[in-house]
């Protein structure tokens, strides 16, 4: 027969923010999200939050390892044990634990992990490419073990997933962005009025330059094709706002296309193209000047909506 102690339950039942595992996560959100530790304490001793603390800490079987922590853009804090089915617009800490049973006081070494969520999801993961993983994969100090066409076939790999993700970010915001080719960055090294320039050059750059070329043809031309009448097409009926929408949208994202163009590392590109005489330079001369048609008729388009 259980005693009074037990039948009133645990110290971590009666008051979980008395237990210091929960303050340890306290201090991190209050870090974290820049709260007042009030807020914390509110949140963690409201009766949602009870249940959800007490699992996660004790880590009882069938119980998620799973902690978050969310912030909403009016300044609620919300505990959850799943991440939402689609990203909200405030931030967002969670927690990780990595162990079956109750979390030590304090947390052994990778017992426990944490870490921000932040709302833009997208550009978050662009910097940890960007700035983590990119520069990880491409020092070729972590490559001294492996066969050079490996180490080159994840160069390139590595340089998909940041155009790629560059492309995605260009499309949530309504702009089509094209990233530049791997060994761009020689460009401003490359003379392109030495006459020996066809013999000098990298050739491996110039198949890059013009393999980029492509893919920037197939971009714009799907910019340029775009219909105002697909939203009706699709069985919507939209007014005239939304039309004058489309055609400001069109219009600035022909000006974010024709400002790339004319970017200096890009026209050298061009140049080189055509000092090697590439079949591709005909084809990147046509696609400027259909940046320049479609976006030249329109220049007053913005103010009319």
Same mark, same amino acid.
């Given at each position: 027969?259980?005693?009074?102690?037990?039948?009133?339950?645990?110290?971590?039942?009666?008051?979980?923010?008395?237990?210091?595992?929960?303050?340890?996560?306290?201090?991190?959100?209050?870090?974290?999200?820049?709260?007042?530790?009030?807020?914390?304490?509110?949140?963690?001793?409201?009766?949602?939050?009870?249940?959800?603390?007490?699992?996660?800490?004790?880590?009882?079987?069938?119980?998620?390892?799973?902690?978050?922590?969310?912030?909403? $853009?009016?300044?609620?804090?919300?505990?959850?044990?799943?991440?939402?089915?689609?990203?909200?617009?405030? =931030?967002?800490?969670?927690?990780?634990?990595?162990?079956?049973?109750?979390?030590?006081?304090?947390?052994? $070494?990778?017992?426990?992990?944490?870490?921000?969520?932040?709302?833009?999801?997208?550009?978050?993961?662009?910097?940890?490419?960007?700035?983590?993983?990119?520069?990880?994969?491409?020092?070729?100090?972590?490559?001294?073990?492996?066969?050079?066409?490996?180490?080159?076939?994840?160069?390139?790999?590595?340089?998909?997933?940041?155009?790629?993700?560059?492309?995605?970010?260009?499309?949530?915001?309504?702009?089509?962005?094209?990233?530049?080719?791997?060994?761009?960055?020689?460009?401003?090294?490359?003379?392109?009025?030495?006459? =020996?320039?066809?013999?000098?050059?990298? =050739?491996?750059?110039?198949?890059?330059?013009?393999?980029?070329?492509?893919?920037?043809?197939?971009?714009?031309?799907?910019?340029?094709?775009?219909?105002?009448?697909?939203?009706?097409?699709?069985?919507?009926?939209?007014?005239?706002?939304?039309?004058?929408?489309?055609?400001?949208?069109?219009?600035?994202?022909?000006?974010?296309?024709?400002?790339?163009?004319?970017?200096? =590392?890009?026209?050298?590109?061009?140049?080189?193209?055509?000092?090697?005489?590439?079949?591709?330079?005909?084809?990147?001369?046509?696609?400027?000047?259909?940046?320049?048609?479609?976006?030249?008729?329109?220049?007053?388009?913005?103010?009319?909506?």
């Amino acid at each position: 027969m259980a005693g009074p102690e037990e039948e009133e339950g645990s110290p971590a039942e009666d008051a979980p923010t008395s237990d210091p595992r929960v303050r340890l996560l306290g201090e991190r959100v209050v870090r974290s999200l820049r709260l007042k530790p009030e807020r914390w304490e509110r949140c963690a001793g409201s009766p949602e939050a009870q249940p959800l603390l007490r699992g996660f800490l004790e880590g009882a079987a069938g119980q998620p390892p799973l902690l978050l922590v969310t912030l909403s $853009p009016a300044g609620q804090l919300a505990l959850s044990t799943e991440l939402p089915a689609s990203p909200g617009r405030g =931030k967002a800490l969670f927690f990780l634990r990595r162990g079956p049973g109750p979390l030590s006081v304090p947390p052994g $070494p990778g017992e426990l992990l944490y870490g921000d969520l932040p709302a833009s999801s997208l550009e978050h993961f662009a910097a940890l490419v960007e700035e983590v993983v990119a520069p990880v994969l491409a020092n070729q100090k972590n490559h001294h073990s492996w066969p050079h066409v490996v180490s080159q076939d994840i160069m390139r790999h590595v340089h998909s997933l940041k155009s790629n993700i560059f492309v995605v970010i260009g499309q949530v915001k309504g702009k089509t962005l094209l990233p530049l080719p791997a060994g761009s960055e020689r460009m401003e090294y490359i003379d392109c009025e030495n006459e =020996k320039i066809v013999e000098l050059v990298d =050739k491996s750059l110039v198949h890059t330059i013009e393999s980029t070329v492509i893919e920037w043809s197939y971009q714009i031309q799907g910019a340029l094709k775009r219909e105002s009448s697909e939203p009706l097409l699709q069985g919507s009926n939209p007014n005239p706002k939304v039309e004058l929408e489309f055609w400001k949208n069109r219009y600035e994202d022909l000006e974010c296309i024709y400002n790339q163009l004319k970017t200096q =590392k890009v026209r050298k590109m061009a140049e080189l193209l055509d000092r090697v005489q590439s079949s591709y330079f005909p084809a990147f001369k046509a696609m400027f000047r259909d940046v320049v048609e479609g976006e030249i008729w329109a220049p007053s388009l913005p103010y009319l909506c």
